[in-house]
C-alpha cells in the first residue's frame, strides 16, 4: 500500500460557489469517481451495485428509500464492540489488512502548520473502497491508518471529512462516522464517503441557536441533533468545536453518529435564494446498540439518521410509512429528557 497515487491539494481547490449548478466535476470527483468505477469492473466489490430502486416517502421528512439488498447479505460481519472506548485490537480486521487493490489513492494536503505534524511531515488519509457499497462511489476515509487509531472521532478526521466535501463539486457527495455502539463495524478510526443523486430535508432544516460563541444550533425538525455549519477555509473553529463535543460524548459513554452535507446556513432556510455553498456538520447522540441488534428493515446509523435508508428486503422498502420509519428511529435516539440533560451539560463545558 506504500506505492499508491497520491491525491495532493490546497485550499485553492475547493468548490465554494453552488449559486450557479453545472454538471462539472472536480479533480477530486473525476480520481474517487473513475478509480471507483475501475475497481466495480475488476469485480473487487462483493457484490455489483447497478442503479438502485429508491423512492421518496411520503411526509415532510422526506426520507429517501433504497432497496440494497446484497449489503445486507453480503457486507463483512461486524467485530464485537463492548464500549464506546474500546481499544484498538490489532488481532481483528482493520484496514492496514485490506486487499492493496482496494485502495484508491492516498490523500495529501499540501503541507500547512495545521496539516502536518511536530516533525513537519504531512498527515496523510488513505481513501479505500467500501467492498460492500452503500451507494456510488462508497468509500472509507482512513487517516493515518499506520497509528491504528480507535473508532474516535479526531480533529485530523473531521477536517478530512469536510474538506473532502468541499472538494467535491457534486452536491450529493457527502460523509459521515458512525461511533462504536452506533453501528460501526471495524474499530480502525474512518468515515464514510459517497454519492447520493437526490437533495436531502437535512440540508435545509430548520434550526435554533443555542450556543453563539460556538456557532452550534440544534435541529429543530425530527430527528432532532446538534448542527454546525461552516463556510469558507478556516475550518479550524468548527473542527474543535465538533471534536469538543463528540469529546464530551465519549467521556459520557453515549455513542453517536455524525454527517457532513452541502447545506443551507442556518436561519437561512427559507430563503430561495440561499446557496449550499456551505457545509452542515450534524452530529446525533443515540443510545449504544452492542451485538447484533438489528432492525429487520435497516439499521439506524449514519445515513438512516440524515434520511437515507438502505432497505435489506423489498416488501420493507415498497411498504413503509414515514410514520414507521420515525418509529424505527426513535427508539435509538436518546429520551428527550436525556437530550435535554445533555444539552444543558455540553453548554457549560463549552
Known amino acids: 500500500m506504500d506505492d499508491c497515487v497520491v491525491f495532493?491539494?490546497?485550499?485553492?481547490?475547493?468548490?465554494n460557489d453552488f449559486s450557479s449548478p453545472s454538471e462539472r466535476k472536480s479533480t477530486f470527483d473525476i480520481a474517487l469517481r473513475s478509480g471507483w468505477t475501475e475497481k466495480m469492473n475488476a469485480g473487487l466489490f462483493r457484490y455489483h451495485l447497478g442503479d438502485l430502486d429508491t423512492r421518496i416517502l411520503h411526509g415532510p421528512c422526506g426520507f429517501i428509500a433504497q432497496l440494497?439488498?446484497?449489503?445486507?447479505?453480503?457486507r463483512r460481519k461486524p467485530q464485537d464492540i463492548v464500549s464506546i472506548r474500546q481499544n484498538f485490537d490489532?488481532?481483528?480486521?482493520?484496514?492496514?489488512?485490506?486487499?492493496?487493490?482496494?485502495?484508491?489513492?492516498?490523500?495529501?494536503?499540501?503541507?500547512?502548520?495545521?496539516?502536518?505534524?511536530?516533525?513537519?511531515?504531512?498527515?496523510?488519509?488513505?481513501?479505500?473502497?467500501?467492498?460492500?457499497?452503500?451507494?456510488?462511489?462508497?468509500?472509507?476515509?482512513?487517516p493515518e491508518p499506520d497509528r491504528c487509531h480507535p473508532q474516535i472521532l479526531t480533529p485530523l478526521a473531521v477536517q478530512i471529512g469536510i474538506e473532502t466535501v468541499l472538494l467535491s463539486a457534486d452536491p450529493g457527495f457527502r460523509v459521515g462516522f458512525n461511533s462504536l455502539g452506533g453501528f460501526a463495524s471495524v474499530n480502525h478510526l474512518h468515515l464514510h464517503g459517497y454519492y447520493l443523486n437526490h437533495q436531502m430535508r437535512l440540508e435545509s432544516s430548520p434550526t435554533e441557536l443555542i450556543h453563539p460563541q460556538n456557532n452550534l444550533y440544534r435541529l429543530v425538525d425530527f430527528p432532532t441533533g446538534f448542527l454546525f455549519y461552516t463556510q469558507g477555509t478556516d475550518l479550524t473553529p468548527t473542527v474543535n468545536a465538533v471534536c469538543k463535543l463528540t469529546d464530551i460524548m465519549v467521556d459520557k459513554n453515549i455513542a453517536h453518529n455524525l454527517f457532513i452535507t452541502r447545506g443551507c446556513p442556518p436561519n437561512k432556510e427559507g430563503d430561495p435564494s440561499s446557496a449550499r455553498n456551505g457545509v452542515r456538520v450534524v452530529i446525533w447522540p443515540r443510545l449504544s446498540c452492542f451485538g447484533a441488534k438489528e432492525e429487520s428493515a435497516f439499521n439506524v446509523a449514519l445515513c438512516e439518521l440524515a434520511g437515507h435508508l438502505p432497505f435489506k428486503n423489498r416488501k420493507d422498502y415498497e411498504t413503509v410509512t414515514e410514520e414507521e420509519v420515525k418509529a424505527i428511529i426513535r427508539k435509538c435516539l436518546l429520551p428527550e429528557e436525556e437530550f435535554s440533560e445533555l444539552q444543558k451539560h455540553i453548554m457549560k463545558k463549552f
Open 8 to 15: 495532493t491539494y490546497t485550499d485553492e481547490d475547493f468548490v
Open 68 to 74: 440494497n439488498i446484497l449489503r445486507g447479505v453480503e
Open 90 to 142: 490489532p488481532n481483528q480486521f482493520h484496514f492496514n489488512k485490506i486487499n492493496p487493490k482496494e485502495l484508491l489513492f492516498e490523500l495529501q494536503k499540501v503541507k500547512t502548520e495545521a496539516t502536518s505534524d511536530q516533525n513537519g511531515r504531512n498527515k496523510k488519509c488513505k481513501i479505500i473502497i467500501n467492498v460492500s457499497p452503500l451507494e456510488f462511489g462508497h468509500c472509507l476515509l482512513v
